[in-house]
């Protein structure tokens, strides 16, 4: 078992009388369905410490983690690197107010404006740190309200899309069974059908403020813009007077073998007005950014028009700048690329896998039946966390650091999780 297993055990929260046969993680579990609201069900594992790759359950069990926290842990569990940085950081200055700034804050603004746009950020750029993808979307949001002002009140997005869930970002998320309990949401959003450059060109004109795009949709089950799209969105916007907005909240960062998603289509020559970041972007620490490409983008809130309490903190811009940095040290963009390549090669050859989408290390595995829950749920059991994205496909989005070796254990291990799936679904 885990040395860490037991930490916290005795505290007095809770009335669970605890038997000979409970194990550490049911004991943590009833105590999270008396104290955590009821937001995500269950957990499936109460996880106590990482290392790489890799996390531990409260009862000592280990697994690969190929989902890194929903694509967050860039960089893995425990990276040296980012826990120096964190620990530094917040031994010199945690946290100040929004009247000042830190070295971390501006350095960590200068760095996007270079990732985000490679061949340099038009003049004029800007960008606003928040602490979430939802919060980034949000800001964008906002901002695009200021762009269109009452001339301009409609705003598009695709079928499949997720943006977040607050409710302006909810406004911009397609599925019905997120946005519906909370209706009546901000107005002025419609949904094109995903990939129809013929529906895009009819919708746009000019009472349109612009253009939400996730160059992989990622909660859709990884599916990439197709060629062309993203080239044809920004002729068209620019011809409309609308902005362009793509969010890579969970495609950025190296998460798909380039610094942006977007960088790979259409000749990486599309340069947006808006860019939203988070998840892998703080490597585990919370934190959002909206990239603004441009002097009219980057002006459009001005000072008591949008605020945080917590975007740029001093900690998690470290910890943000440590991420960027070592993924530029260590070459990690050629490596997702390589490893995401070969286990897309290797996925593609298992019995039942029909289709598997996606580049670097954010794909899909398509199964030729609705077993992905069974199959994930068999993998949990194996030692491997994947995420069942849809009824037919498993999402894989791990760390960044992911060995070849490691990737390899996998795909081994798939067939027999399949085949439990499917003898479950038969029984």
Same mark, same amino acid.
């Given at each position: 078992?885990?040395?860490?297993s037991?930490a916290?055990?005795?505290s007095?929260?809770?009335?669970?009388?605890?038997?000979?046969?409970?194990?550490?993680?049911?004991?943590?579990t009833e105590?999270?369905r008396?104290?955590?609201?009821?937001?995500?069900?269950d957990?499936?594992?109460?996880?106590?410490?990482?290392?790489?790759a890799?996390?531990?359950?409260?009862?000592?069990?280990r697994?690969?983690?190929?989902?890194?926290?929903?694509?967050?842990?860039?960089?893995?569990?425990?990276h040296?690197?980012?826990?120096?940085?964190?620990?530094d950081?917040?031994?010199t200055l945690?946290?100040v107010?929004?009247?000042?700034?830190?070295?971390?804050?501006?350095?960590?603004?200068?760095?996007l404006?270079?990732v985000?746009?490679?061949?340099?950020a038009?003049a004029?750029?800007?960008?606003f740190?928040a602490?979430?993808?939802?919060?980034?979307?949000?800001?964008?949001?906002?901002?695009?309200?200021?762009?269109?002002?009452?001339?301009?009140?409609?705003?598009?997005?695709?079928?499949g899309?997720?943006h977040?869930?607050?409710?302006?970002a909810?406004?911009?998320?397609?599925?019905?069974?997120?946005?519906?309990?909370f209706?009546p949401?901000?107005g002025?959003v419609?949904?094109?059908?995903f990939?129809d450059?013929?529906?895009?060109?009819?919708?746009?004109?000019?009472?349109?403020?612009?253009?939400?795009?996730?160059?992989?949709?990622?909660?859709?089950?990884?599916?990439?813009?197709?060629?062309?799209?993203?080239?044809?969105?920004?002729?068209?916007?620019?011809?409309?007077?609308?902005?362009?907005?793509?969010?890579?909240?969970?495609?950025?960062?190296?998460?798909?073998?380039?610094?942006?998603?977007?960088?790979?289509l259409?000749?990486?020559?599309?340069v947006?007005?808006?860019?939203?970041?988070?998840? #892998? %972007?703080?490597?585990?620490m919370?934190i959002? @950014?909206? /990239? +603004?490409? $441009?002097?009219? *983008? !980057?002006? =459009?809130?001005?000072?008591?028009?949008?605020g945080t309490?917590?975007?740029?903190n001093?900690?998690?811009?470290?910890?943000?700048?440590?991420v960027?940095?070592?993924?530029?040290?260590?070459?990690?963009?050629?490596?997702?690329?390589?490893?995401?390549?070969a286990l897309?090669?290797?996925?593609?050859?298992?019995?039942?896998?029909v289709?598997?989408?996606g580049? #670097? %290390?954010?794909?899909?595995?398509?199964?030729? @039946?609705? /077993? +992905?829950? $069974?199959?994930? *749920? !068999?993998? =949990?059991?194996?030692?491997?966390?994947?995420?069942?994205?849809?009824?037919?496909?498993?999402?894989?989005?791990?760390?960044?650091?992911?060995?070849?070796?490691q990737?390899?254990?996998?795909?081994?291990?798939?067939?027999?999780?399949?085949?439990a799936a499917?003898?479950?679904?038969?029984?």
């Open positions: 078992m885990s040395e860490h037991t916290g055990e005795h007095t929260v809770g009335e669970h009388s605890a038997t000979e046969h409970d194990t550490a993680g049911e004991r943590w105590r999270y008396g104290a955590v609201m009821n937001t995500f069900g957990p499936q594992r109460v996880l106590v410490r990482g290392e790489g890799y996390v531990w359950d409260a009862d000592g069990n697994y690969l983690d190929l989902l890194g926290g929903i694509a967050v842990n860039a960089l893995g569990h425990a040296p690197s980012l826990v120096a940085a964190v620990t950081q917040l031994g945690g946290h107010s929004n009247f000042f700034t830190t070295p971390a804050q501006v350095m960590l603004a200068e760095r404006l270079a985000v746009s490679p061949g340099g038009p004029g750029s800007r960008v740190l602490n979430s993808g939802t919060e980034a979307n949000e800001a964008a949001l906002k901002l695009t309200r200021r762009h269109g002002g009452r001339g301009r009140p409609r705003v598009l997005a695709l079928e899309a997720f977040g869930r607050t409710m302006g909810l406004s911009l998320t397609h599925k019905a069974a997120y946005r519906e309990p209706e949401l901000p002025g419609e949904f094109l059908p990939g450059l013929a529906a895009l060109e009819a919708a746009l004109g000019d009472d349109v403020a612009a253009l939400f795009l996730e160059p992989v949709q990622g909660e859709a089950g990884v599916r990439p813009l197709p060629d062309g799209y993203l080239a044809a969105a920004r002729r068209l916007t620019q011809e409309a007077g609308a902005l362009l907005v793509l969010d890579e909240v969970q495609s950025g960062i190296g998460r798909t073998g380039t610094w942006m998603a977007h960088h790979a259409d000749g990486g020559a599309v947006p007005d808006v860019v939203t970041l988070a998840k #892998g %972007l703080g490597g585990g919370p959002g @950014a909206v /990239v +603004a490409l $441009g002097e009219h *983008a !980057a002006t =459009l809130l001005g000072p008591g028009q949008h309490t917590f975007g740029g001093p900690v998690a811009a470290a910890a943000a700048l440590a960027v940095d070592t993924i530029e040290r260590e070459g990690l963009l050629a490596h997702v690329a390589a490893t995401g390549a897309r090669t290797a996925l593609a050859g298992v019995d039942g896998v289709e598997v989408r580049t #670097g %290390l954010l794909l899909a595995v398509q199964l030729d @039946a609705p /077993v +992905a829950k $069974g199959a994930a *749920a !068999a993998l =949990l059991e194996a030692g491997f966390i994947v995420n069942p994205v849809r009824e037919d496909a498993l999402r894989l989005a791990p760390p960044l650091v992911l060995t070849a070796e990737a390899d254990s996998f795909v081994e291990a798939l067939p027999a999780a399949l085949a499917r003898q479950a679904v038969s029984a």
